[in-house]
């Protein structure tokens, strides 16, 4: 059964751009892929703790030594990488904040990216992502655009950051859609509608053609 996980970020609910757009994937993604499953993961409502000193104790030795703490600490990440696993398909949709990722997006990916589960290290220095098959849309709306050529080009540290860590555990193929100048909602400028409107082609070109 094809297999969609769908992460939302923002803490916004109905005035956040991105999780209606990530709404609107996920209504395509249903028509053109009749007997699918969406496996939601709602960051804004999950408690994840920051990865601490049991965690990285945990995460670079040998799980027979593990104590209780250290097992309770990796288990919210094998959790999460079983998730992400059943799913053929990844749909990721953030905010930008501070030029960056959302802090509980980066807890989200310090639980997912383990060694020996997500990724491995390679005796030459090298790395090989274990997470492969699978395709990823990522959704980053945001006040600016930073568009290539402009002068706000270079802040952008979230799709690059994104694009390296995504392909780091083995994902590659990877579609962004930037739904930049969301400021002329929260402005008045444009109808949220109308805003919307003009990604509808991209997002519904991202969930696939009936
Ligand atoms: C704490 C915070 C930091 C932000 N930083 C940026 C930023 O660096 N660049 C930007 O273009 N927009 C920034 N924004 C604006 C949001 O990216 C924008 O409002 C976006 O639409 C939020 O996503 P959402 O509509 O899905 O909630 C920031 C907003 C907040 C609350």
Known sequence: MPTLLKIDVSTRGDYSVSRRLSNQFVEQWKLTHANGKVIERDLAKTEL???????????????????EEQKAALKIG?????????????????????????????????????????????????????????KATVIISSAGEYLPGTPTEGYDAEKPYLRAILGFIGVTDVNFIQAGSTWKIDRGVEKPEDFLAAFSEQVTAAAGKV
Do not use: C, Q
């Open 49 to 67: 703790p920051h990865v601490e000193l049991p965690w990285i104790m945990a995460a670079y030795s040998d799980p027979s030594t593990h104590n």
């Open 78 to 134: 094998d959790d999460l990488i079983s998730e992400l696993e059943a799913a053929d398909e990844w749909l990721i949709a953030t905010p930008m904040y501070n030029f960056a990722v959302p802090g509980k997006l980066k807890t989200y990916i310090d639980h997912i990216v383990r060694i020996g589960k997500t990724f491995n290290a390679n005796a030459d220095g090298s790395y090989t992502g274990l997470v492969t098959g699978k």
